[in-house]
């Protein structure tokens, strides 16, 4: 397997954008990314889309050729990956997998989402079409109350708190403060936190993540031909995608998500490094719940020792593991299928020591984590400099 | 389809954002509930809140979805 790199990032901004249309975002964030890395779209030999709902949202079908052909890729494959919210992050991980394997050079990989042109029930609705149809969601689950449900439950074992969760929210929009793309630059106190409208109990408004327009994009390529295309290659030194029961019905143990566990483990074992080597890491905060979840699976903190090492700091900015510098799915806005690529964009950044205000001290090794649905689908990508 | 029996709440949740097809029933109660076989099952509460650790008895199917009580 040949080593790979990313040569360039583009993103647009996250937010309620009532005069963008899918494709125009989409078309942003690609151009965005060819630009950042010196490279045309005559040179491209593929281009994978990561899209959760583009056809539920705005009609529009056979997503990955409509937007390509728009930037002018035409000859070559062009297709659409869905896995719920780990959309563009599985996209990442085939595109990443086929130039590993020597099938192409030079790849496009582009995530968007446009989401606000629906009602929030109905967007709502669309969304829960990631869960367990025949179950979970007849019965009336959407993905707040599933989340509601891992933290009840995660509450009930390992005794976290309303605080703790509420601290990830207060952190994740200090820092979606300083992002000038983020959704909702608006700093909130604990109390607020604490005080927000309830959504699915414990959770409020507070604790779930934007429902957001916007778009991101990757260009990836093999490590021997980066220095052609940029002077601040990214390697990726590990990724992995694993799967997992979609109903939570059907898991034995809700407060850890197994997917996030396998996925871990060989990414980290591809990369060669462990846990305590990850200096920093974009997760996946679609509820502040999974927050607390993903740094105990990743192997950051004892299992259920997220919410103590949340509310004491340790994943802010300047604490000990910076989570989420960029302002997380909270902040920054989780348009879902852009958010695996948003969350390499924004790890890239860091890499590249470009993150501005938001940038983390000890950024040579990184981890994003993409996770889809409820724990059906986790990618995760660890990210170096080359 | 059958009676379910009885279990135990593993998680619950009360839901105040509903999808459309639920908008009129808000707020309502979803747990996911351990049956006696050791199967889980997601299920609406009717009356009185469940909390963790709560029986609960099984009441009927509305529209395929299983709806259970509290017990006393």
Redesign the interface.
């Known amino acids: 397997m040949r080593p790979v790199a990313v040569a360039g990032i583009g993103k647009t901004a996250f937010g309620a954008f009532p005069d963008r249309d899918l494709r125009s975002l989409a078309v942003e964030a690609g151009q965005k990314a060819l630009e950042n890395g010196h490279a045309s779209t005559s040179q491209l030999e593929a281009f994978y889309l990561g899209n959760f709902a583009g056809p539920s949202f705005t009609g529009q079908n056979h997503l990955a050729p409509y937007v390509a052909s728009a930037m002018g890729i035409t000859g070559v494959p062009a297709t659409r990956f869905e896995a719920a919210c780990a959309s563009s992050g599985s996209a990442f991980f085939h595109a990443v997998s086929a130039v590993a394997a020597g099938l192409y050079d030079i790849v496009l990989v582009v995530g968007v989402e446009k989401m606000t042109s629906q009602p929030?029930?109905?967007v709502?609705?669309i969304l829960?079409g990631a869960g367990d149809g025949c179950?979970?969601?007849?019965?009336?689950?959407?993905f707040?109350?599933l989340f509601?449900?891992?933290a009840?439950?995660h509450m009930?074992q390992y005794g976290t708190t309303r605080e703790q969760l509420a601290a990830v929210a207060v952190k994740n929009h200090q820092n979606g403060a300083k992002n000038p793309l983020a959704h909702m630059r608006k700093v909130i106190t604990m109390e607020q936190a604490l005080a927000g409208?309830?959504?699915?109990?414990?959770?409020t408004v507070y604790d779930c993540s934007l429902i957001s327009d916007g778009a991101a994009a990757v260009l990836i390529m093999p490590l021997e031909r980066a220095a052609e295309f940029t002077d601040k290659p990214v390697r990726v030194l590990g990724i992995a995608q694993t799967s997992d029961n979609v109903?939570?019905?059907?898991k034995d143990d809700?407060t850890t998500f197994r997917a996030v566990k396998t996925s871990a483990e060989k990414a980290y074992k591809m990369a060669g490094v462990q846990a305590a080597d990850i200096q920093f890491a974009e997760v996946h905060d679609c509820f502040t719940i999974a927050e607390i979840i993903a740094i105990e699976d990743l192997g950051f903190v004892p299992k259920g020792q997220g919410g103590p090492y949340s509310l004491a700091g340790g994943t802010c900015l300047h604490g000990e593991r910076p989570v989420n510098a960029s302002g997380g799915l909270k902040s920054k806005g989780h348009p879902v299928g852009a958010t695996g690529t948003g969350q390499i964009c924004d790890v890239v950044e860091q890499i590249r020591g470009q993150a501005g205000e938001r940038q983390v001290k000890r950024n040579s090794l990184g981890l994003a984590q993409n996770l889809g649905g409820s724990g059906a689908t986790s990618v995760i990508t660890i990210l170096g400099a080359a | 389809m059958s009676d379910l029996g009885s279990g135990t709440i593993y998680t619950e949740t009360v839901i105040y954002s509903a999808p459309e097809a639920y908008v009129n029933d808000v707020p309502y109660q979803l747990a996911i509930i351990e049956l006696a076989t050791g199967r889980r099952v997601t299920a609406r509460i009717d009356g009185e809140r469940a909390h963790i650790g709560d029986q609960v008895r099984f009441a009927e199917f509305r529209n395929s979805v299983p709806f259970f009580r509290k017990q006393s």
């Open positions: 929030t029930p109905k709502t609705e829960a179950g979970e969601v007849r019965a009336g689950a959407t707040p109350a509601a449900m891992i009840r439950r009930y409208k309830p959504i699915a109990e414990p959770l109903a939570l019905d059907e809700i």
